[in-house]
C-alpha cells in the first residue's frame, strides 16, 4: 500500500515561515516527481510547486516565487516545501503528490499517481 504523508501545517501570521513535508512508502521514491498541490474553499485545486525526481530541476507558480522552496531528499523517502513571507492567500490544504513525469518544457509534474490526505495551511492577517 502506497502511503504519502504530510506534515507542518498549523496556524501562522502573515509573514512568518511553514515547512511541510511528505514522507512516503511502498513505491520507489525516485522514480516518481513530486509535487504540492493546494485547494482553498470554494476554489480549485492549483498545482503549486514540482520537482524532478532526481531534483535539480523544479517549477513554482508565480504566486509562490521568491518565497517558497521545494526540495528532497530521495535516501529518507522525503520531499518538503518551505514556506517564507506566507500570506492570507496562501491559506489553503495542501496536498503531497507522486507523478509519473517531469516535464522539462513546462516544468510541470503530470499525471498524478499518489495523492496524500492533505494537510492544513491557515495565514492569519
Known amino acids: 500500500e502506497v502511503q504519502m504523508v504530510e506534515s507542518g501545517g498549523g496556524v501562522v501570521q502573515a509573514g512568518g515561515s511553514l515547512r511541510l513535508s511528505c514522507t512516503a512508502s511502498?513505491?520507489?521514491?525516485?522514480?516518481?516527481?513530486m509535487a504540492w498541490f493546494r485547494q482553498a474553499p470554494g476554489k480549485e485545486r492549483e498545482g503549486v510547486s514540482c520537482i524532478h525526481r532526481q531534483g535539480g530541476k523544479y517549477n513554482y507558480i508565480d504566486a509562490v516565487k521568491g518565497r517558497f522552496t521545494i526540495d528532497r531528499d530521495n535516501t529518507k523517502n522525503t520531499m518538503w516545501l518551505q514556506m517564507n513571507s506566507l500570506k492570507p492567500e496562501d491559506t489553503a490544504t495542501y496536498y503531497c503528490?507522486?507523478?509519473?513525469?517531469?516535464?522539462?518544457?513546462?516544468?510541470?509534474?503530470?499525471?498524478?499517481?499518489?495523492w496524500g490526505q492533505g494537510i492544513q495551511v491557515t495565514v492569519s492577517s
Open positions: 503528490a507522486a507523478a509519473s513525469m517531469y516535464w522539462s518544457n513546462s516544468g510541470y509534474c503530470q499525471p498524478v499517481r499518489y
Open positions: 511502498g513505491l520507489i521514491f525516485d522514480d516518481y516527481a
